[in-house]
């Protein structure tokens, strides 16, 4: 993946949802054809062999109505088990790993990045998808962020080097800072743009697709992207 997608990519998913639409219109498509022979998603979607997956962030487990599902699904969803990106990653990778007893036949998905083009093309036919927790906008550190080494944050990023690098970035976010219903970026501080991308980089934040896609930036275009973004905040 070039620099320049990577961050197009990685923009969209520190301020939200808004542009990672394209990667699961493409790779979560094409990794969902494997589930098609049970599972229906998207307008029209009906229960078939298992479940529909319309809706399915958030959803209690083992609650759709005439599906017949394993004593022990639901009772893990009585439990109060309810779907979310963390459970579905370890369900797709090894269903039995999750559920003892599952009636879902499935040998499992061992690719961590096709398991989260999957959980991503599903997550668009939820509710919106913004107000999934792990969607949420990242604006601001987390505690479990890693310090990030102080000769990394005193790099000083090229912000026209920068600017190259987010042209793409730049179709979905406004950069005069106007939030059109997709939050702006404009103006994060340079230092927590720069640990919040490190932490996915080193997965200490855990979400596959950010880790994936933070993984191939180097240091300095990291903090290039972090100084143009701050820049025009003027």
């Given amino acids: 993946m070039s620099s320049k997608k990577a961050l197009c990519l990685a923009v969209a998913f520190l301020s939200g949802?808004?542009?990672?639409?394209?990667?699961?219109?493409?790779?979560?498509?094409?990794?969902?054809?494997?589930?098609?022979?049970?599972?229906?998603?998207?307008?029209?979607?009906k229960n078939s062999v298992g479940p529909h997956l319309n809706g399915l962030f958030?959803?209690?487990?083992?609650?759709?109505?005439?599906?017949?599902?394993?004593?022990?699904?639901?009772?893990?969803?009585?439990?109060?088990?309810?779907?979310?990106?963390?459970?579905?990653?370890?369900y797709l990778e090894n269903p039995r790993s999750l559920i003892s007893k599952t009636r879902m036949q499935f040998r499992g998905i061992k690719h961590p990045a096709e398991r989260a083009a999957v959980i991503a093309y599903l997550r668009t036919f939820s509710d919106d998808p913004s107000n999934i927790p792990e969607a949420a906008p990242t604006a601001t550190a987390v505690s479990h962020d890693p310090a990030v080494n102080q000769q990394i944050l005193a790099i000083q990023g090229d912000p026209g080097f920068g600017e190259y690098l987010s042209g793409e970035c730049a179709t979905c976010h406004q950069t005069s800072g106007v939030d059109n219903g997709i939050p702006s970026i404009v103006g994060w501080p340079t230092n927590v743009f720069v640990t919040a991308m490190h932490a996915y980089r080193v997965k200490a934040r855990s979400h596959p697709i950010m880790q994936m896609i933070a993984s191939p930036l180097s240091d300095e275009e990291i903090a290039s992207l972090a100084a143009y973004f701050k820049s025009l905040d003027k």
Avoid: M
């Fill in 17 to 45: 949802f808004a542009g990672f639409a394209a990667y699961a219109d493409t790779d979560g498509l094409q990794a969902f054809k494997q589930c098609r022979s049970c599972h229906q998603v998207g307008p029209g979607a």
């Fill in 58 to 90: 958030g959803r209690r487990a083992g609650s759709i109505e005439g599906v017949i599902f394993s004593d022990d699904l639901s009772r893990a969803g009585q439990n109060g088990l309810r779907w979310n990106r963390e459970n579905l990653d370890t």
